[in-house]
């Protein structure tokens, strides 16, 4: 059974960090890229990151360029985003999502991990 799990979301002040974490299983993702994602309450799904099977092909969102820092560790199967500088409107349930490069979106997805970022 492929799992995705998300961990490390938790409540934390403006201008505090956090690290999520998201661990696979079930399946080898070489290859894959993986991302992240988020959703607020009352708005739509939101690419965050996203990177590549060897660690290039990193992109992020306007909105957290400078801020959050994707990267991945193969031989543990797990992908992380480091978050910085964080502020209220980081608030969202975030989820990661393995798949190929071309369809990252239609791959698997984890659970989602929430973030709370409080003034």
């Known amino acids: 059974q492929v799992q995705l799990v998300e961990s490390g979301g938790g409540l934390v002040q403006a201008g505090g960090s956090l690290r999520l974490s998201c661990a696979t299983s079930?399946?080898?993702?070489?290859?894959?890229?993986m991302g992240w994602f988020r959703q607020a309450p009352g708005k739509g799904r939101e690419f965050v990151a996203r990177i590549g099977w060897s660690g290039g092909r990193i992109y992020y969102a306007d909105s957290v360029k400078g801020r959050f820092t994707i990267s991945r560790d193969n031989a543990k199967n797990t992908v992380y985003l480091q978050m910085n500088s964080l502020q209220p409107e980081d608030t969202a349930v975030y989820y990661c999502?393995?798949?190929?490069?071309?369809?990252?979106?239609?791959?698997?997805w984890g659970q989602g991990t929430q973030v709370t970022v409080s003034l």
């Open positions: 999502a393995a798949g190929p490069e071309e369809r990252l979106q239609g791959g698997y």
């Open positions: 079930g399946r080898t993702f070489r290859g894959y890229d």
